[in-house]
C-alpha cells in the first residue's frame, strides 16, 4: 500500500494560481502518479498524469495549458501547478498512484488515492 497526503488547496479568485501537493510515503513501486478532480454531483475526472520513470505527463484536454504536474522523486512527491483557475476549475482535486505505467486518465485504474484537497475559484 501508499499512503497519499495532498495539500496547497484553498480559495482563490479567477485568474489566480494555486501549487498543489501530494506526499507519498511507503515503498510501493510506482509508476504513474496522477491527479483528478471532481466536483459536486459529477464524475471523478482525470486531470493530468505523469510516469515516474520517464517524466512523460499527459492533461485532460479541459486543462489547456494551465496546468503543469511535475514529480520530485527525492522527495516522493507529486505537484499540480494551476494557473489561470477559473470556477468551472473548482472542485476537491485528488492525487492517486498507479502500480503499472501511466495509460489513460480514468480513475478505476488506479491504486491508491488520497483525501483530497479542495480547489474553489471564485468569480
Known amino acids: 500500500q501508499e499512503r497519499l497526503l495532498e495539500s496547497g488547496g484553498g480559495s482563490v479568485q479567477a485568474g489566480g494560481s494555486l501549487r498543489l501537493s501530494c506526499a507519498a510515503s511507503g515503498n510501493t513501486r510506482i509508476e504513474c502518479m496522477g491527479w483528478f478532480r471532481q466536483a459536486p454531483g459529477k464524475e471523478r475526472d482525470g486531470v493530468a498524469g505523469i510516469s515516474t520513470y520517464t517524466g512523460s505527463t499527459v492533461y485532460d484536454e479541459s486543462v489547456n495549458g494551465r496546468f503543469k504536474i511535475t514529480h520530485d522523486s527525492a522527495k516522493n512527491t507529486l505537484y499540480l501547478q494551476l494557473d489561470s483557475l477559473q470556477p468551472e476549475d473548482s472542485a476537491m482535486y485528488y492525487c492517486?498512484?498507479?502500480?503499472?505505467?501511466?495509460?489513460?486518465?480514468?480513475?478505476?485504474?488506479?491504486?491508491?488515492w488520497g483525501q483530497g484537497t479542495q480547489v474553489t475559484v471564485s468569480s
Open positions: 492517486a498512484a498507479r502500480k503499472a505505467a501511466c495509460g489513460s486518465l480514468i480513475a478505476r485504474v488506479f491504486d491508491y
